[in-house]
């Protein structure tokens, strides 16, 4: 966070926000819509359920605020390789195990046809609400949790190749 939202706390409220979703009592369900470059879009993202429109991302940063920290500016150049560093896409965050279903959206996008984009978003919640809702709770948290503390793992074997998450 900048300096003025570090005095206004955003960091600490967003940990809290962490904390207080991984141990809610009930199924949580998150669906990335759009752009989620930010803590704060990782604060409201812990679910037992997280998933992401195919045209959509995800990710602890936008790539322009990584490329003016990595290259001192972002620009036309800079910022496609900070998307590209990030693997904030969601075909990425499904190889790496960050989100657990990418939904695809209509041709042209969901802002193209709402109709079609809100039946299949429906279609999908019921879903993981159904698959959710007969889980003990104390299973659905945990279950939360772990899947959390696996994020971001960087492995290598004994062939020094790396893998995140463990997915190659």
């Known amino acids: 966070p900048g300096i003025g939202a570090e005095e206004r706390g955003q960091a600490q ?16 369900v998150c669906v990335v819509i759009g752009e989620g470059g930010s803590g704060g879009a990782l604060g409201v993202g812990v679910g037992d359920r997280v998933s992401i429109l195919e045209h ?4 602890v ?5 990584c490329a003016g920290i990595l290259w001192k500016t972002a620009t036309e150049t800079t910022k496609p390789l900070a998307a590209e560093a990030l693997r904030l896409t969601s075909r990425d965050l499904a190889r790496l ?18 109709r079609e984009m809100a039946t299949t978003l429906k279609t999908y919640l019921l879903r993981y609400l159904r698959e959710l809702r007969h889980k003990p709770i104390e299973e659905l948290v ?10 971001g793992v960087f492995l290598g074997d004994e062939s020094g190749n790396g893998v995140a998450g463990g997915v190659p």
Do not use: C, W
Not at 61 to 65: C, L, T
Not at 97 to 114: F, K, S
Not at 142 to 151: H, L
């Open 97 to 114: 195990g960050v989100i657990d279903d990418v939904i695809p959206e209509p041709l042209g996008g969901a802002h193209r046809d709402h």
């Open 13 to 28: 409220l967003i940990a809290v926000n962490l904390l207080e979703m991984s141990r809610l009592e009930t199924p949580v």
């Open 61 to 65: 940063i936008s790539p322009e605020g």
């Open 56 to 59: 959509a991302y995800y990710s």
């Open 142 to 151: 945990e279950g939360r949790y772990q899947k959390f503390r696996r994020m």
